[in-house]
Antibody, heavy 123, light 108 residues
Framework: QVQLQESGPGLVKPSEPLSLTCAVS??????????WTWVRQPPGKGLEWIGH???????RSNSSLQTRVTISVDTSKNLFSLTMTSVTAADTAVYFC????????????????WGQGTRVTVS | SYVLTQPPSVSVAPGQTARITCGGN??????VHWYQQRPGQAPVLVVY???DRPSGIPERFSGSNAGNTATLTISRVEAGDEADYYC???????????FGGGTKVTVL
């Protein structure tokens, strides 16, 4: 079955860029109508949607982060990536990648598959 | 942007029923999805489209949605249900995916 696995540095210095990748196994990032998504969770807090990319290159991101976030997909390596610039301590969080899917029944979107998460500390 | 409001915590005795609410403006007009997150683990989808369950999720988990409140109901609560639960919707005007603040379910 499809699995997602995040990777990236556990420690990033303030003001430097944060780069994470999500490897997709057991399926293809370029097949189907999926929304390859990043979600984060600061320590002791709730989930925050960061943004997604589809296999046709459509990108949406949280307006609160939009100017600092880039999401891309590499179909040759079957992975997608997140880059966040000008990080501060407030960006310290566990970062999850997830697969978003569209529900035609309710015309909405949800996340049916998640990676295990990778912890990033900005310090 | 659209705001989802959940109670911070719910406590329930084993074998009883837990109800977790998710409030939002006319949320009944939206599709609501629920995730369970055990400590140190990734979220898991437990209910989608208000009241559907993914395969492998026990029938004890059910959902409803009307008016300004969506509800996740866990029947016959077990110790393993102790976790944080998040509701989520799609906010069409902004095309954002929005999560509620989460509810910690404690099994007494």
């Amino acid at each position: 079955q499809v699995q997602l696995q995040e990777s990236g540095p556990g420690l990033v210095k303030p003001s430097e860029p944060l780069s994470l990748t999500c490897a997709v196994s057991g399926g293809s990032v370029s097949r189907g109508r999926n929304y390859w998504t990043w979600v984060r969770q600061p320590p002791g807090k709730g989930l925050e949607w960061i943004g997604h990319i589809t296999n046709d290159g459509t990108i949406r991101s949280n307006s609160s982060l939009q100017t600092r976030v880039t999401i891309s997909v590499d179909t040759s390596k079957n992975l997608f990536s997140l880059t966040m610039t000008s990080v501060t301590a407030a960006d310290t969080a566990v970062y999850f990648c997830a697969r978003g899917v569209e529900s035609l029944a309710t015309v909405t979107f949800y996340f049916d598959l998640w990676g295990q998460g990778t912890r990033v500390t900005v310090s | 942007s659209y705001v989802l409001t959940q109670p911070p915590s719910v406590s329930v005795a084993p074998g009883q029923t837990a109800r977790i609410t998710c409030g939002g403006n006319i949320i009944g007009s939206k599709g609501v999805h629920w995730y369970q997150q055990r400590p140190g683990q990734a979220p898991v989808l437990v209910v989608y489209d208000n009241d559907d369950r993914p395969s492998g999720i026990p029938e004890r988990f059910s959902g409803s949605n009307a008016g300004n409140t969506a509800t996740l109901t866990i029947s016959r609560v077990e110790a393993g249900d102790e976790a944080d639960y998040y509701c989520q919707v799609w906010d069409s005007p902004t095309d954002h995916r929005v999560f509620g603040g989460g509810t910690k379910v404690t099994v007494l």
